[in-house]
Nanobody, 124 residues
Framework: QVQLAESGGGLVQAGGSLRFSCGASGRTAGIYAMGWFRQAPGKEREFVATVSTSSGNTRYADSVKGRFTISRDNAKNTVYLQMNNLKPEDTAVYYC?????????????????WGQGTQVTVSS
């Protein structure tokens, strides 16, 4: 099993920045990719970004390209999400996730482990 612990998040004005971190513990050697999803009230959970822990290859949702950057530190088993130029529509609960199988997928059902989530609120 893998446990994920998120930190960061909070309230920020539109145009501002926030940075998340997510640390993995447990059976981390089997993790292929880590990433982030988000879920706004009344909406389905949606893909944000993911990174391969081995190659460093990344994939982003179109809505965050050019504004968000995902990175990883394998020595610390930690993935980061730097969010710049935040918009009110970025308001959501953000979840850290990880998967064991290869592939930088965008479907939440393809991920094996989930953090508890952290709230981001962007005011206009």
């Amino acid at each position: 099993q893998v446990q994920l612990a998120e930190s960061g998040g909070g309230l920020v004005q539109a145009g501002g920045s926030l940075r998340f971190s997510c640390g993995a513990s447990g059976r981390t050697a089997g993790i292929y990719a880590m990433g982030w999803f988000r879920q706004a009230p009344g909406k389905e959970r949606e893909f944000v970004a993911t990174v391969s822990t081995s190659s460093g290859n990344t994939r982003y949702a179109d809505s965050v390209k050019g504004r968000f950057t995902i990175s990883r530190d394998n020595a610390k088993n930690t993935v980061y999400l730097q969010m710049n130029n935040l918009k009110p529509e970025d308001t959501a609960v953000y979840y850290c996730t990880a998967r064991d199988l290869p592939g930088l997928t965008t479907s939440p059902t393809s991920y094996d482990y989930w953090g508890q989530g952290t709230q981001v609120t962007v005011s206009s």
